[in-house]
Every structure is written in C-alpha cells, then in structure tokens.
C-alpha cells in the first residue's frame, strides 16, 4: 500500500508540474485568426445601377419637352420631343436632313417608324411621311440624325446591366442641370451600343441634357404634359425619305444652254 502511495504521488507530481506548462503553451500558441469575412465586391457599380433606374424612370415618362441642341460653329437648333401616353413618340429636327437644309420629323407609332419632312423656307412644300418600317427597326445610317437616340432608344441600352458599358458620376456640365454621369462603351466594336458622353436626369427621369462628340442637347424648358398619342405631321405617301448628307452640288456642265453661245 506504500508503494502504491508513492507511485501515486509521483504521477500526481507530474501532472502538477505538465498543468502549467500546458496552460502556458494554450496561452502563447493561440490558433491563427480566421481571414475576415468577405465583404462582397465593392460597389463600384453604384453609379450605374443609378443610372439604369434614371433610364427606366425615362421610359416611363411621358411628356413634351422642348430641348436646344448645340454644335460647335454651328446656330442653335430647337427639338421637340414628344413620348405619349400609349409609348409612341415623335421628335421634330429642324435642319436634320439633306446636309441641314431640311426639317424632318421621326415618330414610331404602333404602324411603325416614319420619317415626315416638314415644311420651311428652304421647302415650302407641305409634311408628308414616308414609312421607314417597324417602329423598332434600326435607322440606316444614311437616314439617321442621332440627336433622338438619347431619348428613345438608348434608354434601352442605358437600362441593360449586360451592356459593354463603363459608368461613373459627372459633374454637371455648364449649361445643363439634374445628375449627371460619364458613359463609355468598354466594347473594342466599332458599333458602340450608344454614343460616349455625359448623361444627364432629373429625379423623376426628365431627360435634362447630353453631352456627346455630336453636341449638346439641354432641356429648355419644363416639359408639358403628354398626348394620348403622336400624330404625325402630314400624310403617309409612297416616296423616298430624305437623306442626312447634303445632295450633290449640280453640274454646271448639266444645265441647261450649257456650252452655247
């Protein structure tokens, strides 16, 4: 019974002495700490999910707003843009046709999209309309002014999360009003889905102004309330629409009496 005592104690003993030294190391051998928790992608995209929901406010609004469109060396130009109750529009560009020397008007109604050429002092002859094709088709180049995009169907692209499209706030350029943001295209396509620039809006999805390569376009005034629909601005007629570049400058050779004496 001794001995066992004395073993005992002996293992008592150890266990005495090993207790600190355990302790000791659970104290200096702490576990490394978890990596911190992942905050989620920063929100870079903040500017563009602003954006979008200024666009599709835009899509929703419906009105008539008369806007100025600016160039450089070039006079004033007032637009008349109408979005109407049942999604139709009509923008009126004075000088977008035949190298500037005709006012067009375009529409898209459910009938589809139309180019009128409206009357002037350059051709006083009455608004007639030529049926361009669906009211979503794509403008050929060659009958395209540009200056509607902004307010039609860029909004579309402006509102697509899968768009190539680089979005940041802006300050807002002089001249213009409403938050404002610098879009560019990160697509290396020569067919940008919209033109580079500065987009801007008020609140409730007011187009206020664009500023691109093309010009300026800065609302003019608070817009009014919108029609039922469009109307276009003459009859529909079965003839070719008018080009955006200036016809050919005549012949001189072609004229009449030309080489007689």
């Given at each position: 019974?001794?001995?066992?005592?004395?073993?005992?104690?002996?293992?008592?003993?150890s266990?005495?002495?090993?207790?600190?030294?355990?302790?000791?190391?659970?104290?200096?051998e702490?576990?490394?700490?978890p990596?911190p928790?992942d905050?989620?992608?920063?929100?870079?995209?903040?500017?563009?999910?602003?954006?979008?929901?200024?666009?599709?406010?835009?899509q929703d609004?419906?009105?008539?707003a008369?806007?100025?469109?600016?160039?450089?060396?070039?006079?004033?130009?007032?637009?008349?843009?109408?979005?109407?109750?049942?999604?139709?529009?009509?923008?009126?560009?004075?000088?977008g046709?035949?190298?500037?020397?005709?006012?067009?008007?375009?529409?898209?109604?459910?009938?589809?999209?139309f180019?009128?050429?409206?009357?002037?002092?350059?051709?006083?002859?009455?608004?007639r309309?030529?049926?361009?094709?669906?009211?979503?088709?794509?403008?050929?180049?060659?009958?395209?002014?540009?200056?509607?995009?902004a307010?039609?169907?860029?909004?579309?692209?402006?509102?697509?999360?899968r768009?190539?499209?680089?979005?940041?706030?802006?300050?807002?350029?002089?001249?213009?009003?409403?938050?404002?943001?610098?879009?560019?295209?990160?697509?290396?396509?020569?067919?940008?889905?919209?033109?580079?620039?500065?987009?801007?809006?008020?609140?409730?999805?007011?187009?206020?102004?664009?500023?691109?390569?093309?010009?300026?376009?800065r609302?003019?005034?608070?817009?009014?309330?919108?029609p039922?629909?469009?109307q276009?601005?003459?009859?529909?007629?079965?003839?070719?629409?008018l080009?955006?570049?200036?016809?050919?400058?005549?012949?001189?050779?072609?004229?009449p009496?030309?080489?007689?004496?």
């Amino acid at each position: 019974m001794p001995v066992l005592n004395r073993s005992a104690g002996r293992v008592l003993g150890s266990l005495v002495f090993a207790l600190p030294t355990a302790l000791l190391s659970c104290t200096t051998e702490q576990p490394a700490p978890p990596p911190p928790a992942d905050p989620g992608p920063v929100r870079v995209d903040a500017a563009r999910d602003e954006l979008a929901a200024l666009a599709a406010a835009a899509q929703d609004r419906h009105l008539v707003a008369q806007y100025v469109f600016s160039q450089p060396g070039q006079p004033d130009r007032s637009i008349v843009f109408t979005s109407a109750n049942d999604g139709s529009w009509r923008v009126d560009v004075p000088g977008g046709a035949l190298g500037g020397t005709a006012d067009i008007s375009l529409a898209a109604t459910a009938d589809g999209l139309f180019q009128c050429a409206l009357p002037s002092s350059a051709r006083p002859e009455p608004a007639r309309c030529v049926r361009l094709g669906e009211r979503d088709d794509t403008l050929p180049r060659r009958l395209d002014p540009r200056i509607q995009h902004a307010l039609t169907d860029w909004l579309d692209v402006l509102t697509d999360r899968r768009a190539p499209l680089a979005v940041a706030l802006a300050a807002t350029p002089k001249g213009l009003t409403g938050a404002c943001y610098s879009v560019e295209s990160t697509s290396a396509s020569l067919n940008a889905p919209l033109d580079v620039g500065i987009y801007c809006y008020d609140p409730d999805g007011t187009p206020t102004g664009v500023r691109t390569a093309a010009g300026t376009l800065r609302l003019a005034a608070p817009p009014a309330p919108a029609p039922a629909t469009v109307q276009l601005a003459g009859p529909v007629v079965d003839a070719e629409p008018l080009d955006t570049a200036a016809p050919p400058t005549p012949d001189p050779s072609d004229s009449p009496g030309a080489g007689t004496s």
